[in-house]
């Protein structure tokens, strides 16, 4: 590993000469990628110098113990000794997940799918509920939202939304949300006070480019018709909203809160590449499922992966068996202890297999 990290280091300082190249100063695309590659290696460049000097002087420091000092020096010695030992350790495991292999999808934007499932009108509520929560989440991150697609319910709540978070390190925060959330409390609907059982499906995906996913003009249809709900005058009177079939797969996205139709036909299509990047990678997950222990889950959506309870105002996150006895606070975008919880998981995960290897 320590061939590895010089070799990380190398290419940093390198990087630092070439930011300072008058040629690549004046070519905008070379510096924006040597900025962007010298920014990823920041955090384990600034681990591995501080983790050089740690090991120097902890070398010296245990050179100055096996050699005659007065008690006063060897008692000096000592303490600095047992201060700098458990550092190192520090040190050895961040930089140990630190050179974890790195999602390439960690630091793009999102899109994220919410639907009611079961529970009728209640997992409708409960949808909107979790719309809210992320979307304050994001806000306290400073990410920028978008609806891109929004079916309300009878009662206010959201039958499916669909909405971009824009933001650094939004996939890497958020990719452990897929699944099913299971809400458990007294609808507003139930007039005899009774706990009822609801839930609402999630599905994050990682913005893709053009680049990464092509579609091809032969292998889509394209429909539009009326606009329905808020949208100005053009409602119901311009046929702005747009349905996007792609023929050789069957997905389709459908947009109608742009305010013009070649709005809505760019945001359904990136929402389609991005239903299609997400098929192929659960496609190659499955290939190799069975040999691979995870216990953050898959992503998909069937698996139940959260419990709110709001009688006894209780989160629980099954994949890890964590606990909270903070809805109210999570349910306003306090999320960081469940991110953290699942982030530090899959890296304990990646450790143990790397550690097989």
Same mark, same amino acid.
């Given at each position: 590993?320590? !061939?590895?990290?010089?070799?990380?280091?190398? %290419?940093?300082?390198?990087?630092?000469?070439?930011?300072?190249?008058?040629?690549?100063?004046?070519?905008?695309?070379?510096?924006?990628?040597?900025?962007?590659?010298?920014?990823?290696?920041?955090?384990?460049?600034?681990?591995?110098?501080?983790?050089?000097?740690?090991?120097? =002087?902890? =070398? &010296?420091?245990?050179?100055?113990?096996?050699?005659?000092?007065?008690?006063?020096?060897?008692?000096?010695?000592?303490?600095?000794?047992?201060?700098?030992?458990?550092?190192?350790?520090?040190?050895?495991?961040?930089?140990?997940?630190?050179?974890?292999?790195?999602?390439?999808?960690?630091?793009?934007?999102?899109?994220? +799918?919410?639907?009611?499932?079961?529970?009728? !009108?209640?997992?409708?509520?409960?949808?909107? &509920?979790?719309?809210?929560?992320?979307?304050?989440?994001?806000?306290?991150?400073?990410?920028?939202?978008?609806?891109?697609?929004?079916?309300?319910?009878?009662?206010?709540?959201?039958?499916?939304? $669909?909405?971009?978070?824009?933001?650094?390190?939004?996939?890497?925060?958020?990719?452990?949300?897929?699944?099913?959330?299971?809400?458990?409390?007294?609808?507003?609907?139930?007039?005899?006070? %009774?706990?009822?059982?609801?839930?609402?499906?999630?599905?994050?995906?990682?913005?893709?480019?053009?680049?990464?996913?092509?579609?091809?003009?032969?292998?889509?249809?394209?429909?539009?018709?009326?606009?329905?709900?808020?949208?100005?005058?053009?409602?119901?009177?311009?046929?702005?909203?747009?349905?996007?079939?792609?023929?050789?797969?069957? $997905?389709?996205?459908?947009?109608?809160?742009?305010?013009?139709?070649? &709005?809505?036909?760019?945001?359904?299509?990136?929402?389609?590449?991005?239903?299609?990047?997400? $098929?192929?990678?659960?496609? +190659?997950?499955?290939?190799?499922?069975?040999? %691979?222990?995870?216990?953050?889950?898959?992503?998909?959506?069937?698996?139940?992966?959260?419990?709110?309870?709001?009688?006894?105002?209780?989160?629980?996150?099954?994949?890890?068996?964590?606990?909270?006895?903070?809805?109210?606070?999570?349910?306003?975008?306090?999320?960081?202890?469940? $991110?953290?919880?699942?982030?530090?998981?899959? =890296?304990? +995960?990646?450790?143990?297999? !790397?550690? =097989?290897?």
């Amino acid at each position: 590993m320590l !061939d590895r990290l010089q070799a990380l280091a190398d %290419r940093y300082e390198k990087l630092s000469e070439l930011l300072c190249d008058p040629d690549v100063a004046s070519d905008p695309k070379r510096l924006r990628d040597y900025s962007k590659e010298q920014s990823d290696l920041q955090e384990a460049y600034a681990a591995y110098t501080e983790y050089k000097e740690v090991s120097e =002087q902890l =070398q &010296d420091a245990k050179q100055m113990q096996s050699e005659k000092l007065d008690d006063e020096m060897s008692e000096m010695v000592k303490m600095e000794i047992e201060e700098l030992s458990p550092r190192m350790t520090e040190l050895e495991e961040r930089i140990r997940v630190l050179m974890l292999p790195k999602d390439p999808n960690d630091e793009k934007n999102v899109i994220v +799918e919410i639907r009611g499932a079961a529970g009728g !009108d209640e997992a409708a509520l409960f949808a909107s &509920d979790l719309y809210r929560m992320y979307t304050k989440f994001a806000d306290a991150q400073g990410w920028r939202i978008e609806v891109m697609e929004a079916s309300e319910s009878d009662l206010g709540g959201f039958k499916e939304v $669909i909405f971009m978070i824009e933001g650094k390190g939004a996939y890497s925060k958020l990719k452990f949300e897929s699944g099913a959330h299971r809400v458990q409390r007294i609808p507003v609907t139930e007039s005899g006070g %009774r706990i009822h059982t609801s839930t609402s499906t999630v599905a994050v995906m990682p913005e893709v480019e053009e680049v990464e996913v092509e579609i091809l003009d032969k292998d889509i249809r394209i429909d539009t018709f009326c606009s329905s709900g808020a949208g100005g005058q053009s409602v119901n009177t311009t046929k702005s909203a747009v349905r996007v079939l792609h023929v050789p797969t069957g $997905i389709m996205a459908t947009c109608q809160d742009g305010k013009s139709q070649n &709005d809505n036909k760019a945001k359904a299509l990136q929402v389609l590449r991005a239903r299609i990047s997400d $098929i192929r990678r659960q496609e +190659e997950e499955a290939k190799y499922a069975g040999e %691979r222990k995870s216990k953050v889950g898959t992503g998909d959506r069937s698996e139940r992966i959260r419990t709110y309870n709001y009688p006894q105002s209780r989160v629980t996150d099954h994949r890890i068996g964590l606990t909270l006895h903070k809805l109210d606070s999570v349910m306003n975008g306090d999320m960081d202890e469940i $991110i953290n919880a699942l982030t530090i998981t899959a =890296q304990a +995960e990646l450790l143990d297999q !790397d550690n =097989q290897i």
